[in-house]
């Protein structure tokens, strides 16, 4: 017969803290488990009467005796002795070898006010005897046993070796405080022991798995952020899970890695012992700056941030939280301006699309051409001028015929200085309309609400296709959107 290594996981689950109350999990066990912790909390507030139901809705889950005894006990707390003693007769039937019995017994004739029947001298009572006066009343405590394979048998041993309880497979026995020992033994494995420390009013989950090779506990991770990964001893072997995470390891010391984007990373050492049950709950804090991602639709596009240049996009940057002003520009296109909000631990992404500034061309064309007409005119003015001079000096002297064909040239070219001066007014006109003239939509952006950081995935590549204009022309643009 091959004997194999043997584990022990005893997951000890103390339930006197109200806050590690939750929600219970689908098995029974779980059940009492989470209803022993609502009457924990009920019995240190002084609200016996809930204790009571809670312990027994615990029993409802998981029909053991310790259940009904503590709800006794919180009966007679709340001064209803006829509960108390009718859950007492109870627990003593369910639970006919307990080892308190006799001191349970007092318990049911003082409330019952009856009196104890004298024992005389060398006289045993059946099954009474007198307790310590002194003993303090505490809650019974549950140990429940899994095991794998389901046949193994155990042994529940007290501080004095001597036997508890014994069984096969899943079972619980109902205990009070103290040291015991858990005894896993199977036919095709080696027998193996774990020592469990006892406190009143608890539920203890013992998880013996006799083909792992190690004694282990068990080790709880939340975090006030949900989702965080979490990493265990070695974090090149990448995360054993997310948060709410919870699993056995081997006793001893541990060190975790929580991380989730945007948050700060968390590194802690943590300790896990056999019959334990370590939470370990963990307050995230987002990271002290915001990333700023900004995209274009032109190259060689400039991006600014507050005044300052982060460089050309695409940029992703680190950027400090608050709102601030972000101008995008290319030559030759339109600069687009607007206010980011830039949240700690988040991403907000501005995409742009920068439209062309109008051609002037035609606005130089036109200023050119004034200028001509406006020289011309000049010129044409000049000669107009000298030839009346000279036509008025003759005249002065008498000497200025009629038909003088100075007279017609003179006219001429005063009447080309106005026509010209005239065409100049017109084409600079022109040239006025063509440099404020702006037919061209502005540029323009959409910038998406901040979001943490690692949730902007994108769902892949698709085609695109969009009008473009340039000074050139216009047409359609086919691209790959990633």
């Known amino acids: 017969?091959?004997?194999?290594?043997?584990?022990?996981?005893?997951l000890a689950v103390a339930l006197a803290a109200p806050a590690a109350l939750g929600q219970p999990r689908d098995n029974p066990i779980e059940r009492a488990r989470h209803c022993m912790e609502l009457g924990q909390a009920s019995f240190a507030a002084g609200d016996f009467a809930a204790a009571g139901r809670h312990f027994l809705d615990a029993y409802a889950a998981s029909p053991f005796p310790a259940f009904v005894y503590n709800a006794g006990l919180a009966a007679e707390k709340g001064g209803d002795g006829e509960k108390a003693v009718e859950l007492y007769r109870r627990y003593?039937?369910?639970?006919?070898?307990a080892s308190d019995a006799a001191e349970i017994e007092l318990k049911i004739r003082?409330?019952?006010?009856?009196a104890p029947t004298p024992i005389e001298a060398g006289e045993v009572s059946p099954g009474v005897q007198e307790p310590p006066p002194e003993k303090p009343e505490e809650m019974k405590s549950l140990i429940t046993v899994r095991t794998n394979p389901p046949?193994?048998?155990i042994r529940i041993l007290d501080e004095a070796g001597a036997e508890v309880s014994s069984f096969e497979g899943t079972s619980a026995k109902t205990v009070v405080r103290g040291t015991y020992t858990v005894e896993a033994s199977h036919p095709d494995y080696r027998t193996v022991q774990t020592s469990?420390?006892?406190?009143?009013?608890?539920?203890?989950?013992?998880?013996?798995?006799?083909?792992?090779?190690?004694?282990l506990g068990f080790l709880q991770v939340t975090t006030d952020e949900p989702g965080a990964q979490v990493f265990v001893d070695d974090k090149a072997a990448g995360a054993v899970g997310t948060t709410p995470w919870g699993n056995v390891l081997p006793p001893g010391k541990h060190r975790i890695w929580i991380e989730k984007p945007g948050f700060v990373p968390v590194e802690q050492e943590v300790e896990v012992a056999v019959a334990d049950k370590k939470t370990v709950e963990i307050a995230l804090e987002r990271l002290p700056f915001g990333v700023l991602l900004v995209?274009?639709?032109?190259?060689?596009?400039?991006?600014?941030?507050d005044g300052r240049l982060l460089g050309p996009a695409p940029v992703e940057e680190e950027l400090p939280p608050g709102d601030h002003a972000l101008r995008v520009t290319s030559e030759g296109m339109k600069d687009y301006t607007t206010v980011v909000r830039i949240e700690r631990g988040a991403t907000t992404k501005a995409l742009v699309r920068l439209n062309p500034e109008p051609s002037r061309t035609p606005a130089w064309v036109s200023?050119?051409?004034a200028a001509a007409l406006y020289i011309g005119g000049g010129v044409f003015g000049g000669i107009a001028l000298h030839l009346d001079k000279e036509l008025d000096a003759d005249r002065k002297r008498g000497r200025l015929a009629d038909d003088d064909p100075r007279i017609t040239r003179g006219f001429l070219w005063a009447l080309g200085s106005d026509i010209s001066f005239g065409l100049g007014l017109i084409v600079t006109g022109m040239c006025v309309y063509y440099f404020v003239r702006d037919s061209l939509p502005p540029s323009e952006g959409k910038v998406f609400d901040p979001v943490?950081?690692?949730?902007?995935?994108?769902?892949?590549?698709?085609?695109?296709?969009?009008?473009?204009?340039?000074?050139d022309g216009a047409g359609l643009a086919l691209a790959v959107v990633f």
């Open 1 to 10: 017969m091959t004997f194999k290594l043997a584990a022990v996981a005893a």
């Open 196 to 215: 469990l420390s006892v406190a009143p009013g608890q539920v203890y989950i013992v998880v013996v798995e006799m083909s792992q090779g190690a004694f």
């Open 452 to 471: 943490d950081l690692g949730a902007t995935a994108r769902s892949g590549p698709r085609l695109a296709v969009a009008p473009i204009v340039t000074r």
């Open 367 to 369: 200023l050119g051409f």
């Open 151 to 153: 046949e193994a048998r």
């Open 92 to 97: 003593l039937a369910e639970e006919p070898g």
């Open 295 to 305: 995209k274009a639709n032109v190259p060689e596009t400039m991006v600014y941030f």
């Open 110 to 114: 003082a409330l019952t006010a009856e």
